[in-house]
């Protein structure tokens, strides 16, 4: 037993002697140091003559002495058995350096202190460096058998266990009396013993100098965890073999995280993928609510009819747009375009965007505004939908022919919106979620009044990138409901004057509609007819861009998700050819997230529009001047 120990210690010995990463030294009881590797002769400039017999508070700033911080480690490392510290320590030539350090005490068989044990680890250049002084970690804590967080220990030159430290029972479950001597392969499953991958990793350890591997490991108890595991091979003075390091990390959370995030993407992706989905079938039911909207109603049912389509459209077009958004708003995607904004002017319309719903519901609305402008910094579309979610959420829980107010106005400098009603209320417990994502009142079987629970979710993003605070309120089940915004006003500030004159009369275009959706195509088309418009239709791509050519439209309304050519396809060609400059290309989508936009902008649109469209705002661009 003697001997082995004997043979342990000599191999401890080459491998302090063989490290230059760490300065690994001792200290007498006093402090005074007792022995020095070539890694603190690198680290700390000293040679061994010049160093050995000084005490240990050279290394340190003169603050740290002035505290006595070199004498008090020592006495924690000797009260506690161990300390860890990182800080600033001085070289020979007079250079700080941030280093981190573990004093360990060390004791006879009787437990009488004999000294300590001093690593020490340069961290100065720890951010350019950070990997391979990880790395570099790793196989250092071969000597720190107290370390928890990381299976350190030695395999001999046949692969079977030599040393073992708390961090490795944790980690696999095997005590030091159970798994020394015992083969490496005892830590990796049946198939990758069979391929012999143990002996395998051995061999291009030796063969490379070090080998990193992450794969599967085995417990005593049987159980896989994912594992990074990294092999050094050990040598002693002479070069020969003796033996193995092995520093295993447990990267069973890490792989949780990873796949959370992978589940996260893949979540937004089928998002993006289902507004788009959503958004062509209401394309065409939206244009065709244009259309019958530009004639009378043969009597009050086609009028009723009409209503409740208008309504509904809207409100899945708003459950997409909600949808989308907060997932954006969740990965901080969403960028606002801050301008001085007329609060007044932002219920108004959120209130005109409700007001048909509300009307469906019976429900009175009561608008309490200020006379003069109570003016924020914010993006007015953003607030819309902020107000206009307050407002669909009051309707949505207040029952037919019940009251909703709402105020605004000034609290000691902040602008203040109040939407209050007089609905079913909150509990405590809903009160206390009211902003949670997917949360929900509560609702019947039917879920007629159902959403997604994203609005108010929605409405707390938004006030907070504002700058501002939403509050939630209820007197209880019964009692209704209010909400309070929150806002810095742009006190001074002056919001864009607006003008009072009529559009000019819309000019006669030639334009080309392509989409594979006929019946968006074809409500577009009449819609634009309707205005005076020449308006041909395509339902593919290579279609469409013959069409274009001879065609030569004055506006290409284009579709992205085409069959045989995509819209970016058709987009490139008609950019590439000087004869089409004139024409402005439109991509009407159901995709319009912001890297949609970037990109249909790199392949040469002017404009992008998202389904379903307001055809007021295509309108709009249609008299615009390029």
Same mark, same amino acid.
């Given at each position: ?538 339902? +593919?791509?290579? %279609?469409? /861009?013959?069409?274009?050519? #001879?065609? !030569? =439209?004055?506006? $290409?309304?284009?579709?992205? *998700? ?6 970016? +396809?058709?987009? %490139?060609? /008609?950019?590439?050819?000087? #004869?089409? !400059? =004139?024409?402005? $290309?439109?991509?009407?989508? *159901? ?9 249909? %902008? ?25």
């Amino acid at each position: 037993m003697t001997k082995n120990l004997l043979g342990l210690e000599d191999a401890f010995a080459h491998l302090v002697n063989s490290v230059r990463d760490y300065a690994i030294f001792l200290l007498d009881r006093s402090g005074h140091v007792a022995s020095w590797n070539p890694g603190a002769e690198r680290i700390k400039g000293y040679g061994a003559a010049e160093i050995i017999g000084e005490h240990f508070s050279r290394f340190y700033p003169d603050e740290a002495r002035q505290h006595r911080w070199p004498e008090q480690q020592l006495e924690l490392a000797e009260r506690q058995g161990r300390f860890e510290d990182q800080g600033w320590r001085i070289g020979k030539d007079g250079r700080r350096f941030w280093a981190d350090v573990v004093i360990t005490a060390l004791r006879d068989a009787k437990g009488e202190l004999r000294g300590f044990a001093k690593i020490t680890r340069d961290l100065s250049e720890r951010r350019e460096r950070e990997e391979s002084l990880r790395r570099s970690e790793e196989r250092f804590r071969l000597l720190i058998q107290g370390v928890k967080d990381y299976a350190i220990f030695m395999v001999d030159r046949d692969g079977r266990v030599a040393s073992w430290n708390a961090g490795a029972e944790r980690m696999t479950g095997y005590s030091v009396h159970e798994i020394m001597g015992r083969p490496l392969s005892v830590f990796y499953p049946r198939d990758a013993v069979e391929k012999k991958w143990p002996e395998q990793e051995l061999a291009m350890a030796r063969e490379h100098g070090r080998f990193e591997d992450q794969g599967a490991r085995v417990r005593k108890n049987g159980t896989t965890f994912w594992a990074d595991v990294v092999v050094t091979p050990l040598y002693d003075a002479q070069g020969a073999l003796i033996g193995y390091a092995e520093v295993t990390r447990d990267l069973t959370d890490r792989k949780r995280v990873e796949a959370l995030e992978k589940a996260e993407q893949q979540t937004n992706e089928f998002l993006a993928m289902l507004a788009h989905e959503l958004r062509n079938p209401l394309a065409p039911i939206s244009n065709a609510l244009h259309l019958l909207a530009r004639k009378p109603p043969a009597d009050a049912t086609e009028q009723w009819v009409r209503d409740v389509l208008q309504r509904q459209t809207g409100q899945m077009s708003r459950l997409v747009d909600d949808l989308v958004d907060v997932s954006r708003i969740t990965r901080s995607a969403i960028a606002l375009e801050r301008s001085p904004v007329d609060l007044t002017n932002v219920v108004r319309s959120a209130a005109d965007a409700s007001l048909q719903w509300m009307q469906g519901r019976r429900h009175a609305l009561s608008l309490d505004l200020p006379d003069p402008e109570l003016v924020v910094l914010g993006d007015e579309a953003r607030l819309v939908q902020v107000v206009q979610n307050l407002l669909d959420n009051a309707a949505k829980y207040t029952p037919q022919g019940g009251r909703i107010d709402v105020h605004a106005g000034r609290d000691n400098g902040a602008a203040v919106i109040t939407v209050k009603d007089n609905g079913i209320g909150m509990e405590p417990d809903m009160l206390r979620g009211a902003f949670e994502l997917f949360r929900q009142g509560r609702q019947a079987l039917d879920r007629a009044d159902g959403g997604l629970g994203v609005g108010l979710t929605l409405v707390q993003r938004l006030v907070a990138m504002h700058g501002g605070t939403v509050e939630a309120r209820s007197a209880g089940p019964g009692k209704g409901s209010e909400f309070i915004v929150r806002m810095p006003e742009a006190a001074g500030s002056a919001v864009p004057a607006t003008t009072s004159e009529r559009p000019p009369p819309p000019r006669a275009l030639r334009v080309l509609v392509v989409d594979d959706n006929q019946d968006a195509a074809n409500a577009l088309r009449l819609l634009l007819e309707c205005d005076g418009h020449e308006v041909k239709t395509a339902s +593919d791509g290579i %279609a469409g /861009l013959a069409l274009a050519r #001879e065609y !030569k =439209p004055d506006y $290409l309304l284009l579709d992205i *998700g085409l069959p045989r050519l995509s819209g970016y +396809d058709v987009a %490139a060609s /008609l950019r590439a050819d000087p #004869e089409m !400059k =004139p024409t402005t $290309l439109v991509a009407i989508t *159901g995709y319009g997230q912001v890297h949609d936009r970037v990109r249909t %902008a790199a392949a040469g649109f002017d404009y992008h529009l998202t389904k379903p469209v307001e055809f007021p705002a295509l309108q709009r661009l249609l008299q615009t001047e390029k």
